[in-house]
T-cell receptor
Framework: DQQVKQNSPSLSVQEGRISILNCDYT??????FLWYKKYPAEGPTFLIS?????DKNEDGRFTVFLNKSAKHLSLHIVPSQPGDSAVYFC????????????FGKGTLLTVNP | ETGVTQSPTHLIKTRGQQVTLRCSSQ?????VSWYQQALGQGPQFIFQ???????GRGNFPPRFSGLQFPNYSSELNVNALELDDSALYLC??????????????FGPGTRLLVL
């Protein structure tokens, strides 16, 4: 039972355009959501996060939107750059005291020059 | 501030053997979690340690065990290796203080191949 789903295995966009990566979740106990970026041969790098009490968080070119009623979040990258090409993982954390993160399978973003 | 480091970077073992992977947490962090990432999958939570005790466990058998040391470094031990244990093993550290839980930061991982 996959509680965090990234239904698009890959996404290709042109440099300068917007990249939108989507993520759906099923567990209503999740209270914190994170996006990580992963290059080959490296560990995941934290990108941006959002608490379940908010619906938007922005950091530079990156914005995460959360729609709790739809159990859906998205990551917007504007403008996209070739260096953004990587696998993006959506992760969710449940209420409680431990740090368990539940990850989606990832979306490979390719930004073409 | 140093980041999360892991050793070794790559490892080849044969089925039935035992393996120990090591992690050095980021300075100031007091929790460490281990994840297994199989090819084409997202990382799967193995367990988390806080104050040298296991503080949460995912759906992994007891042959996966760990330790956290007073300096917050950590080990992941896997006994009786199986072919399906071949994966990237990721360590993540974070800082918790009471009800406050901060973001986890990942190391580069150890790629384990079981033949």
């Amino acid at each position: 039972d996959q509680q965090v789903k990234q239904n698009s295995p890959s996404l290709s966009v042109q440099e300068g355009r917007i990249s939108i990566l989507n993520c759906d979740y099923t567990n209503s106990m999740f209270d914190y959501f994170l996006w990580y970026k992963k290059y080959p041969a490296e560990g995941p790098t934290f990108l941006i996060s959002i608490s379940s009490i908010k619906d938007k968080n922005e950091d530079g070119r990156f914005t995460v939107f959360l729609n709790k009623s739809a159990k859906h979040l998205s990551l917007h990258i504007v403008p996209s750059q070739p260096g953004d090409s990587a696998v993006y993982f959506c992760a969710a954390r449940g209420g409680g005291s431990n740090y368990k993160l539940t990850f989606g399978k990832g979306t490979l973003l390719t930004v073409n020059p | 501030e140093t980041g999360v480091t892991q050793s070794p970077t790559h490892l080849i073992k044969t089925r039935g053997q035992q393996v120990t992977l090591r992690c050095s947490s980021q300075s100031g962090h007091n929790t460490v979690s281990w994840y297994q990432q199989a090819l084409g999958q997202g990382p799967q939570f193995i367990f988390q340690y806080y104050r040298e005790e296991e503080n949460g466990r995912g759906n992994f058998p007891p042959r996966f065990s760990g330790l956290q040391f007073p300096n917050y470094s950590s080990e992941l031990n896997v006994n009786a290796l199986e072919l399906d244990d071949s994966a990237l093993y990721l360590c993540a550290s974070g800082r918790t203080s009471g009800a406050s839980r901060e973001t986890q930061y990942f190391g580069p991982g150890t790629r384990l191949l079981v033949l």
